[in-house]
């Protein structure tokens, strides 16, 4: 079968290609992010091609020439893009040995390629690909069982070492070229600083005796070249950033006192937001059920008395990216009037969606919108790459043929990007006389988690819907459940259960944008379904590990077994260690799939509970079949499970009328340094099996783990998220108010 990515993309030449020297450039659609995604492509090509790392180079994607693969996003880039280049390169290394028979005259059977050169035992003359290669063998279509050649068996592998990523030297000394650090050079004049103010919230009204003023002020002020109003924006264009630095001071502090904008935002009450995601009209999804629709309890449907029933609802606030980087892009027109062309240079995620909504915005056929990716700052999900992109590109619109550079401030990233939705669990579960899990209802509610750019009639891009002719506003919705769902994923358990049942309740109000973060939905649902696992197996004085193996028998639940065990053995786990600890201390387990067709991932944990929740040591081990790139894989598992710790101990977005209130360090905290435990990883031997994205799998086992090692700590189940200092105190008093002590 074809893979996905070249159904599309059939041909070599979109994939492969000689550059200079007789180096091998490779294409992907994919981009990197930071998580390296370029390297582990590197490697694979150099695998199949059989030549060293070193002579590939990884071309940055670009609308221009590279192929459309979407976004980089669920974890499937080596599964997509590997997977196609993988195919591409073993389809031209076949093409060169089957030449170099030719050449030579013997059977394709005979030539050997090793380290690049392709001979013939026997035959002196050896040829490398840029001799062998011919312009026809681009533009033949790549035949993927190639990857499986039988003449491929007998050719030896690059002897060269594999290489550490090329660009983390120069990031860690500060010499790599973020999109931050680009200045373009102009045809007539040099590269300007733009920046594009609006109100805090999706409906805003302009007080217009306030921007008439702040313009005319403006436009008196030296160094500023253009100021732009429309509609709701406040648009200016500056020769230098430090100038465009000290308006950005003045007019964020007035926005922040009310002026320029009347802002109206329905603002959710963040000590009842379980309560205010079910008052809202629903779209409601069965998401899967195994039930015997005639039978209305467990006793009737299997014919099994139920032992125990357990209810427990869990709830996420919503969230922010705060990438410590902010967003930049670069934009310029250019040609004839009669013929514009936009150019734009982004650290977006899906460089084919930008271009085509960046068209339906400016009212451009996407062949006149080129989008080139640049590194920038990293982020798993919609943060505002794509909306700086848009600034970007409407105040270029202002000064043709010169190119203009607009980053946002702290303020505008934290208030102003996509939040990740606030989300509520229900579940219900019954364990039979035998102690097995009989029924397991999973209910979910929570706003859609896309709202991203390429996939609607209108644009989904902030400055769009925010001018004097603005797009309607996009309403997020959930990816299918086919490539994983959005709310709803990881909502069906990964255990062996005989009555399932998955709801899925979509909230269709969106007082503040949000969209896609890092796993989407799955931290959530694992931190539920873990937690309820946990508690199931307290109540019949079973040990965690025990409860969740008991439910994973048969060959289909090996793997899964295999990295429970695995992170149990590494944390030293026995039915005793997770109890009659030192005071304080406390040891908690997790385990899920991710999308329940991902990477295989389980979590161990020690944390100490003081003051505050101090995490000691993670342990981790993952099943992520064929591994390219250990050290990259490894990093990825590492910094998912940093980042959810963060999720689980700190975040949670402050809303007001004026927007998102939480728009400096100080009001919206993430881990530190300090806070940062040992972290151990364990990958499980992978030959045999398809390669799986490391990216997200370890968040939700790590939100759960930690769940679980408080409750061992000190005896409190913590139903939401964050779990800080004033979130434990008040789940202490719910469980005093619902078990109250005997006088």
Known sequence: MMPESLQAHPLLRQWLALGPGGRVQAFSGKVDLGQGISHA????????????????????????????????????????????????????????????????????????????????????PQAPYAELSQPAMGHSTIEPSHVQSPNAAQDLPCTVPTPLRPDVAAKVFGEFEYIHDRVMPGELHPMCHGMVFR??????????????????????????????????????????????????????????????????????????????LKAQALDSTLVADTSIPWASDADARLGVAVRQRLTAEFHRPFVQHASIGLCCALAQWGGPSSRPILEVWTHSQGIYNLRRDLGLAFDLPTEQVQVSHAEGAGCYGHNGADDVAWDAAWLAKQVPGRPVRVQWTRQAELGHAPLAPAMAVHIDAAIGENGSLLEWTQTVWGQGHGTRPGRGKTPALLGAWQTANPAPVTLAVNAAMAVGGGSERNAQPPYSIPLVKVLNHRVLNMPFRVSAMRAL?????????????????????????????????????????????????????????????????????????????????????????????KLHQLWIAADLGHVVDTDGALNQLEGGALQAASWALCEAAELGPQGITSNDWTRYPILKFSDMPDVSVALMPGAGHASLGAGECSAGPTCAAIANAIFDAIGVRMRGMPFTPDNMVRAIDRDEALNPSTP
């Open 41 to 124: 492509l590197r490697l694979i090509v150099a695998e199949e091609l059989r030549v060293p790392p070193e002579q590939i180079d990884m071309v940055p994607a670009s609308t221009a020439f590279s192929p459309d693969e979407a976004v980089t996003s669920g974890s499937l880039s080596v599964q997509h893009s590997g997977t196609a280049l993988r195919c591409a390169a073993a389809h031209w290394r076949e093409a060169c040995r089957r030449a170099m028979a030719e050449r030579l005259g013997v059977p394709v059977s005979a030539v050997r390629c090793d380290n690049g050169w392709f001979h013939a035992p026997g035959h002196t």
């Open 199 to 276: 109100p805090g919230t999706l409906s805003a009204e302009v007080i217009e005796q306030d921007i008439q003023a702040l313009t005319r002020s403006l436009c008196a002020t030296p160094g500023v070249l253009q100021v732009v109003h429309d509609g709701l924006l406040l648009g200016v264009l500056t020769e230098t950033e430090q100038a465009l630095g000290q308006i950005a001071q003045h007019i964020e502090a007035g926005a922040a006192m009310g002026q320029f904008w009347r802002c109206t935002a329905q603002v959710p009450d963040p000590l009842a937001l379980p309560a205010w």
């Open 521 to 613: 939905g799955a931290p959530v649902n694992v931190l539920a379904a873990e937690s309820v696992m946990d508690e199931l197996a307290q109540g019949l004085a079973q040990d965690p590990l025990a409860f969740r193996l008991a439910h994973l028998t048969g060959v289909e639940h090996a793997r899964a077994r295999a990295v429970l065990q695995k992170a149990a053995g590494m944390a030293g786990w026995t039915a005793a260690s997770a109890r009659n600890r030192t005071e304080g201390w406390g040891r908690g387990l997790a385990y899920a799939r991710y999308k329940n067709t991902g990477g295989f991932c389980a979590v161990v944990v020690d944390l100490v509970v003081a003051e505050k929740v």
